[in-house]
């Protein structure tokens, strides 16, 4: 493995000089005020000594939000080559991270191919998963020691993974609390079930905070991020921003600032289910307490019913708290609450959360992400449909829905003879759009009016 200083200390020293100019041109920010940021936790940039084929990708503060997508295994169904087809669907429509949730089959050679499949993408993991699978096996039980989590970790990190999710912010005593609360549902995280059990039954604190310090210097040793896990977030909107929830972001926010103060790089984890009016408050709260370190959200969802829809549920959410300063936001697809996903609702709940984190970066970055609308804008305003469909998401579906009466017109079946850009360059002349003049003015390269 190539011996590196770390991310943060890195930029301290101001000794990765060419991988931040190479981020800050990427994202059209001032170099220096990267620098600044990645010092002081506020952006992280996942990459990987020992796989040198991940591109660094840099996600927080004042940078493009960025769409992680979920595949894996579960208890089951067991099909790693429909988890691996996810995987690289995932990568070729522009996922910014991919994370192994897998919880059925052998767990390291899915790991494996799954970090394969993935190419250069950064690649999560969840431990507890496998530390809870594989403890109950070898240990005949849930008398599991807290060494044996650890262990876990270690292995994902000595196989190249590059972000963790560890829920060490839910300590027994909010286990306990947890377990007793008024909530609907006491406990929606499935690694955040298994901790909570683990430390009730056994009497024990939380194995990632009695070995925090050993973590730390395993995140350092191998250059990785921690993803602090939001054991408590609510799964019910009745639920959010209780005391439950709140104890594990504070928790979570000091932890996440002792990361960043040892060099070690950290986001914190987000909810989960609650109302739009709440959303906004939710990204502030979070931010102010842990001192800015990368917000990364699932979703929220911001109703409870929208069953087999829960992607628009979660992109709604997840457009808000992009827009208020989420970093990376987790999809959800249409089978959330249902059932393991197939690729095309990984494909649709992709496109959703990609739609949501661009909206909310036309709010959070201004006109540094506005370029593709406008031009978007003047290619709808001029009928130019072969450039409308190249750049959808999803060009096959466009076209199938632009074709689907089979008339052959230069504006579309909406409106027919009616369209209002031919009537305008019919009948007034003198407000004729002029495609060329137009991009040339406020295309990428012209003065944007923003
Ligand atoms: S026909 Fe109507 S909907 Fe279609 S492009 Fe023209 S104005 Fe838009």
């Known amino acids: ?158 196989d190249g993974v590059d972000f963790m999710t560890i829920h060490a912010g839910i300590t027994l005593e909010l286990a306990r609390k947890s377990i007793k609360s008024r909530r609907i549902a006491p406990i929606v995280s499935r690694g955040g079930s298994m901790l909570a059990v683990w430390m009730v039954e056994n009497g024990e604190e939380n194995p990632y905070l009695k070995h925090w310090d050993y973590l730390i210097e395993l ?70 307490l842990s001192g800015g370190v990368p917000y990364y959200v699932l979703g929220p969802l911001v109703t409870d019913i929208a069953v087999g829809y829960d992607h628009i549920a979660s992109a709604i959410g997840a457009a808000i708290a992009a827009a208020a300063g989420a970093d990376l936001i987790c999809y959800l697809t249409p089978s959330e609450h249902l059932g393991l996903p197939g690729v095309e609702q990984v494909k649709e709940g992709l496109i959703a959360a990609k739609i949501a984190a661009h909206a909310g970066d036309l709010v959070k970055l201004g006109k540094r992400a506005a370029y593709e609308d406008v031009e978007m804008s003047i290619r709808r305003a001029s009928l130019d449909w072969d450039y409308q469909l190249s750049r959808s998401y999803d060009p096959e579906k466009a076209m199938k829905l632009k074709t689907q009466f089979q008339q052959d017109l230069s504006s579309c079946t909406m409106c027919g003879q009616y369209c209002v850009f031919i009537l305008l360059s019919r009948y007034l002349s003198g407000r004729q759009l002029n495609k060329d003049e137009l991009l040339e003015k406020y295309g990428e390269g012209g003065s944007l009016v923003w």
């Not at 011996?3 to 800050?24: P, Q």
């Not at 927080?60 to 208890?75: A, I, M, P």
């Not at 169904?77 to 949730?101: P, Q, R, S, W, Y």
């Not at 408050?281 to 979070?286: F, G, P, S, Y």
């Open 1 to 158: 493995m190539v011996e590196t200083l770390g991310v943060i200390t890195e930029a301290r020293n101001n000794s990765n000089v060419d991988e931040l100019a190479d981020i800050a041109k990427a994202e059209g920010v001032d170099y220096e005020t990267l620098r600044r940021r990645v010092s002081l936790g506020r952006v992280i940039i996942v990459r990987n000594s020992k796989r040198p084929k991940v591109r660094p990708t840099a996600v927080g503060e004042g940078l493009r939000t960025k769409v992680n997508v979920n595949v894996g295994t579960s208890g089951t169904i067991v099909n790693v080559d429909l988890e691996i087809e996810k995987a690289k669907i995932a990568v070729k429509l522009g996922a910014d991270t991919i994370m192994d949730l897998s919880t059925g089959g052998n767990l390291d050679e899915i790991r494996a191919r799954l970090l394969e499949a993935s190419g250069g993408v950064p690649f999560g993991t969840v431990p507890t998963y496998q530390a809870w699978i594989e403890g109950v096996k070898k240990y005949g039980g849930i008398s599991i020691p807290s060494e044996w989590f650890l262990a876990v970790v270690e292995r994902h990190l000595k």
């Open 219 to 288: 995140f350092k040793e191998y250059d990785a991020v921690i993803s602090l896990g939001d054991a408590l977030r609510p799964g019910a909107t009745a639920d959010a921003h209780d005391e439950l929830q709140i104890e594990e972001l504070l928790n979570n926010s000091r932890l996440a600032r002792d990361a960043v103060s040892r060099g070690v790089q950290v986001m914190i984890e987000g909810p989960g289910h609650m109302t739009l009016d709440k959303v906004v408050a939710d990204v502030r709260l979070m931010k102010s």
